[in-house]
């Protein structure tokens, strides 16, 4: 029986507009077959054809794979096809952790201990947060492995693999045989980045922060300095170093646009989205990592390897090569070795999954001088919603979400936001880049709210966990702060200090008082994501 993987946009992306004979004699020098021979269901055949490559093998289908890497990546060549015939994730690979990390893991199990009354499982298992879900199609998963196509030809074996349960259940939810990594992407569906009741993604974070770092090179694009980190079995991660302590308070007299990123930003940023019941950011955990044996000693990135040095003091540093920051000036720095580090996961590739990038109509003008049209128009909102997208279905309702998240963290840097460009225009917002969040505690910034304040309209669901997380049983700041403390770095430092914690339900009561403004002065406030469900949610007990 044969399994065919097929990334329809494969060849699209790659611009390979050749021919098909052309792009094979091309590609074909250039592919490296990774391929554990000791497990069962070897690779029998490859195709490459106008809709993408296929791949066939015997079974049983444990796993099979197929990335293309970027540019900056520490790929061999411009294409690369990786099978992963099984479990290489191993399940020791806590073993391959340092005895540091072990130590945070113990850290993170004491604090476990303290269940029985957690605000956050209250929360998690309140309704609106458990709404009944859309029935996924084919084409609402951002990455399918076909198993129905060439019917025809499979006749009876098709129904040998239906009953062995080789069907697309088998290759998206069974556990067992990818990668957690793999697992994540093959979750990604149109209106979630990830399903929090997912069992992986715990194993998605503990990966991330235990697995053996293989490589460290410079990510292009972007201002700031920061890192593509790999891990055996072909995950990625994008790291972000700590720049400054964590009670440091952004200098006021800064601009947005000169603030450093943050670490603990980013990490925090993840756990309020998926607090908000968003599932927007892709997972992130902080970790300490040896910047003398993690990234010096390995990377191949000479741009990176020569701005290595040691400070006054006997610290290791670094500052790479970048547009902000990257100079003696503003090294990170080990202590002498050991540094904070954020690790996101990587989102599949562009090649698989490419990606739209809009530009936030709320956008700053990124300039000292000038302000931007919202700025000067009370009535841009009307303006807004006549230009597509944000004339036709929710986008407008998602872009309000968004600066209701970035309001509670005080993110002024929301230039713009991405979508799957499969999902077309129905389709949940990316909120990749938080590394600005969370630089001030004491001040908030009622400008980020603008687009709730001039449009004054907002979802029915996000309002109502908005009042849930006001109340004494469900805290914001408790709840955020019980789930900083799965991250293993908070075994090191919490990740936000007390006064961010707090300016949470600060900044939260604002944004209720907004709504309700508007609710006194207009009507068609609350547009009902709800409506057809048949629990009333307001009156859930609280
Ligand atoms: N988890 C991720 N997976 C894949 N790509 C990502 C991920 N996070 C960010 N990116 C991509 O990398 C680019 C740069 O990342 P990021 O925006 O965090 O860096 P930056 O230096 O802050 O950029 P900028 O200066 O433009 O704000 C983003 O535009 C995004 O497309
Ligand atoms: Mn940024």
């Known amino acids: 029986s044969k399994d065919y993987l097929d990334f329809k946009y494969l060849s699209l992306s790659l611009s390979l507009s050749l021919s098909l004979s052309l792009s094979l004699s091309l590609l074909l020098p250039l592919?490296?077959?990774?391929?554990?021979?000791?497990?069962?269901?070897?690779?029998?055949?490859?195709?490459?054809?106008g809709s993408g490559v296929s791949v066939s093998r015997s079974p049983p289908p444990s796993g099979i794979?197929?990335?293309?890497?970027?540019?900056?990546?520490?790929?061999?060549?411009?294409?690369?096809?990786?099978?992963?015939?099984?479990?290489?994730?191993?399940?020791?690979?806590?073993?391959?952790?340092?005895?540091?990390?072990?130590?945070?893991i113990g850290a993170r199990k004491g604090i476990q201990k303290v269940k029985g009354h957690s605000k956050l499982e209250a929360l998690f298992k309140h309704p609106l947060y458990n709404l009944p879900r859309p029935e996924l199609q084919d084409d609402d998963w951002l990455l399918r492995v076909k198993t129905n196509e060439h019917k025809s030809d499979r006749g009876s074996e098709e129904e040998e693999m239906k009953e062995e349960g080789y069907d697309k259940v088998t290759w998206t939810s069974d556990v067992e045989t990818h990668p957690p990594w793999l697992r994540f992407h093959l979750g990604i569906s149109?209106?979630?980045?990830?399903?929090?009741?997912?069992?992986?993604?715990?194993?998605?974070?503990?990966?991330?922060?235990?697995?053996?770092?293989?490589?460290?090179?410079?990510?292009?694009?972007?201002?700031?300095?920061?890192l593509l980190i790999s891990f055996p079995n072909y995950g990625k991660a994008l790291l972000k170093p700590m720049k400054q302590s964590r009670d440091a308070e952004?200098?006021?007299?800064?601009?947005?646009?000169?603030?450093?990123?943050?670490?603990?930003?980013?990490?925090?940023?993840?756990?309020?989205?998926?607090?908000?019941?968003?599932?927007?950011?892709?997972?992130?955990?902080?970790?300490?990592?040896?910047?003398?044996?993690?990234?010096?000693?390995?990377?191949?990135?000479?741009?990176?390897?020569?701005?290595?040095?040691?400070?006054?003091?006997?610290?290791?540093?670094?500052?790479?090569?970048?547009?902000?920051?990257?100079?003696?000036?503003?090294?990170?720095?080990?202590?002498?070795?050991?540094?904070?580090?954020?690790?996101?996961?990587?989102?599949?590739?562009l090649a698989i999954a490419p990606r739209r990038s809009w530009r936030s109509p709320w956008r700053r003008s990124y300039s000292r001088s000038k302000l931007a049209q919202w700025e000067k128009d009370p009535a841009y909102c009307d303006t807004v919603k006549q230009t597509p997208p944000y004339n036709h279905g929710n986008r407008l309702l998602d872009v309000i979400d968004m600066a209701v998240l970035d309001f509670l963290m005080s993110n002024m840097d929301r230039h713009h936001y991405e979508t799957f460009e499969k999902f077309g225009n129905e389709t949940f917002l990316l909120h990749l880049d938080n590394g600005r969040a969370f630089g001030r505690h004491s001040r908030d910034e009622p400008s980020i709210l603008t687009p709730l304040k001039q449009c004054c309209r907002i979802y029915r669901s996000t309002l109502l966990r908005l009042r849930l997380l006001s109340l004494p049983d469900f805290r914001l700041s408790d709840v955020m702060r019980e789930s900083l403390v799965q991250d293993l770095l908070a075994g090191v430092a919490p990740l936000l200090s007390e006064p961010h914690i707090s300016a949470l339900d600060r900044r939260l009561e604002t944004v209720l008082q907004v709504v309700q403004d508007c609710q006194e002065h207009h009507t068609d406030v609350i547009y009902d994501d709800l409506e057809g469900y048949d629990q009333d949610y307001d009156q859930q007990p609280i």
Request: hydrophobic share 35%.
């Open 250 to 349: 952004t200098d006021a007299n800064l601009f947005y646009f000169s603030d450093f990123e943050r670490h603990n930003a980013e990490i925090a940023a993840f756990h309020l989205d998926r607090l908000l019941g968003f599932n927007r950011i892709p997972p992130v955990v902080g970790r300490l990592i040896n910047v003398t044996s993690e990234i010096r000693e390995i990377t191949t990135d000479h741009r990176l390897s020569r701005t290595f040095f040691t400070s006054p003091v006997g610290n290791v540093c670094f500052y790479g090569q970048c547009e902000y920051y990257c100079s003696t000036e503003h090294p990170v720095c080990g202590q002498p070795h050991a540094l904070e580090v954020s690790l996101a996961t990587m989102l599949p590739d």
């Open 31 to 49: 592919l490296f077959l990774q391929h554990d021979t000791t497990e069962p269901g070897s690779i029998h055949s490859l195709h490459l054809s």
């Open 65 to 104: 794979f197929l990335s293309l890497c970027p540019p900056d990546s520490l790929c061999p060549s411009h294409l690369l096809l990786f099978f992963h015939s099984t479990n290489r994730y191993s399940k020791d690979s806590i073993s391959d952790a340092t005895e540091r990390e072990k130590k945070l």
């Open 190 to 226: 149109r209106w979630e980045l990830y399903n929090r009741k997912d069992p992986n993604l715990a194993q998605l974070t503990h990966y991330l922060a235990t697995q053996r770092v293989l490589g460290a090179v410079q990510k292009t694009g972007g201002t700031q300095l920061k």
